[in-house]
């Protein structure tokens, strides 16, 4: 049975970094797309960013600039580089992964924090 699991998150002061991390089991296959969802309180699920298997990345305009995505094909592992962080950003991330939305297959998600 596929299974993501999420890593990374916790609380960060304004300005600064964290990185994210999504390992990916129970398939043979490296997944088309990956990616990164975000949840805040009160508002509905949001993408943050999406990467190919063969590394191309999208991102979402409030995550331009900031964060980075990345992916690791012999890991079956997807990273999110967070920099410059804002209270904003504070949510439940949450990794997806599918054929071309990375929204087939979800995590449980990993809360980050963003406050001073």
């Known amino acids: 049975q596929v299974q993501l699991v999420e890593s990374g998150g916790g609380l960060v002061q304004p300005g600064g970094s964290l990185r994210l991390s999504c390992a990916a089991s129970?398939?043979?296959?490296?997944?088309?797309?990956m990616g990164w969802y975000r949840q805040a309180p009160g508002k509905q699920r949001e993408l943050v960013a999406l990467?190919?298997?063969?590394?191309?990345?999208n991102y979402a305009d409030s995550a331009k600039g900031r964060f980075t995505i990345s992916r690791d094909n012999a890991m079956n592992t997807v990273y999110l580089q967070m920099n410059s962080l804002k209270p904003e950003d504070t949510a439940v991330y949450y990794c997806?992964?599918?054929?071309?939305?990375?929204?087939?297959?979800w995590g449980k998600g990993t809360l980050v924090t963003v406050s001073s």
């Open positions: 990467i190919t298997k063969i590394g191309s990345p």
């Open positions: 129970g398939i043979r296959f490296v997944f088309n797309v």
């Open positions: 997806g992964a599918g054929p071309y939305y990375a929204t087939d297959y």
